[in-house]
């Protein structure tokens, strides 16, 4: 066993989504299952570029204590959470949530569960730059604080 | 002594990511301190202006306006978080 | 556009994940979640050996089928779907469903969507082989068919 | 002539993958050809005893036992299918 059965990074660096989720299964042979999820910048209505920027102890924290929380909902899923942070151009990898399972169900539900988490509560500002030149910070968007949701809505397992 | 960071555009109104303030006998309560904080400048009194945007985390945990201030070593400051 | 939103194979030598996904991203700003689903043959209560039997053209045939109907189902996704026949060690990549959608819940919708079908009605035999030397043919499972039957239930988006 | 398909451990029991017949004039149904073909050797009938565990697909597409057989090229025989 591991001291945790999920690991999660910041960094500016681009992702070896391959090499990190070859890591997660090295030497298993009990894991049936594995889910690996690359969220990517979209150039949406002229994007030009999106910068990140975050609160480094308390962003890593946080995405550490989501990982361990769906570590214990989801026993038996291992798994490995890396945000990127910085200036990043339409198409780029921004984040990587990968995760492996004796059965498909829980390896589908953890990486869905902490994507969900990530893209509402993690602590991370966006800002927007445009091909006119303008830029502007993004709000916070309903429709993923509802992804969310559901998970306080559903009993635990 | 207390440690403030600012991040996004509280960072961008305030004029900078930092400061390190002696926190004043009336701050016992997060809105209180904001309340001071928003006399310090215009920048400072622009960012805060409206407080139903403003999101606050004493000692690296989410607080409200309510939350009581004892003996904090950071206190950040920012707007409500976009996500990943 | 291509003529199909989703590609299927089938072969006996292991695929690249990364290139498949590489591949579906390839040139596009548009697309902001890709996800990859591996499945893996477990161990279990000491299997040495599965090997998977198909009927060739049918079985290709049905997962393209498949296919197509998830691409009718989720417009805007596209996909990979490769299944690997032939017999198959413990730990071996054994199919590889990868998807990319503009947002998440499309591609994690798709991916189980196909996944979900492909582990209950695709043509393909199973034998497995023990550690005692002993080997016998799978039956069909009802817990996956049971997964596979929640599609017909949700009404079509 | 029909080409007949055999797979899993329907082909172990029979001891072939497959077999080219004249399909039989009282071979109408799905149903029938099963009897037909369970009286053609000791293998046959031991492969097709429980009809319940037998699967058939008449020229690629999933078929019943009451599925008419009108002019057939290729009918396979098989288990239910385990999924990849």
Redesign the interface.
């Known amino acids: 066993m591991t001291l945790s059965a999920f690991g999660a990074r910041l960094q500016v660096e681009p992702f070896d989504a391959a090499a990190e989720q070859a890591a997660l299964l090295a030497g298993r042979t009990d894991l049936g299952a594995a889910v690996c999820f690359t969220?990517l910048v979209r150039a949406d209505d002229g994007l030009a570029a999106l910068t990140?920027?975050h609160?480094p102890?308390?962003t890593l924290?946080q995405m550490q204590a989501i990982a361990d929380k769906a570590a214990a909902r989801w026993p038996g899923v291992i798994g490995t959470v890396i945000?990127r942070h910085g200036r990043l151009l339409p198409g780029a990898p921004?984040?990587l949530v990968t995760t492996a399972a004796p059965h498909r169900a829980d390896a589908f539900a953890a990486a869905q569960y902490l994507m969900d988490w990530?893209?509402?509560?993690?602590?991370?500002?966006?800002?927007e730059e445009w091909a006119d030149g303008t830029s502007k910070?993004?709000?916070?968007?309903a429709s993923?604080n509802d992804a969310a949701a559901q998970w306080q809505a559903t009993p635990a397992p | 002594m207390v440690q403030l960071?600012y991040?996004?555009?509280v960072r961008e109104m305030i004029g900078t990511d930092s400061e390190t303030i002696a926190l004043p006998a009336e701050a016992t309560t997060v809105a209180a301190l904001l309340d001071w904080l928003a006399a310090r400048s215009p920048g400072h009194a622009a960012a805060l202006a409206d407080r139903s945007r403003i999101r606050v985390?004493v000692d690296?945990n989410f607080a409200t306006l309510a939350t009581q201030l004892a003996a904090p070593r950071e206190i950040?400051i920012?707007?409500?978080?976009?996500?990943?």
Do not use: C, N, S
């Open positions: 969220g990140l920027e609160y102890a308390m924290a945000h921004i984040v990530l893209k509402t509560h993690a602590p991370f500002w966006k800002r910070w993004v709000d916070a968007k993923d | 960071l991040f996004a555009w985390a690296q950040a920012f707007p409500p978080v976009t996500g990943g």
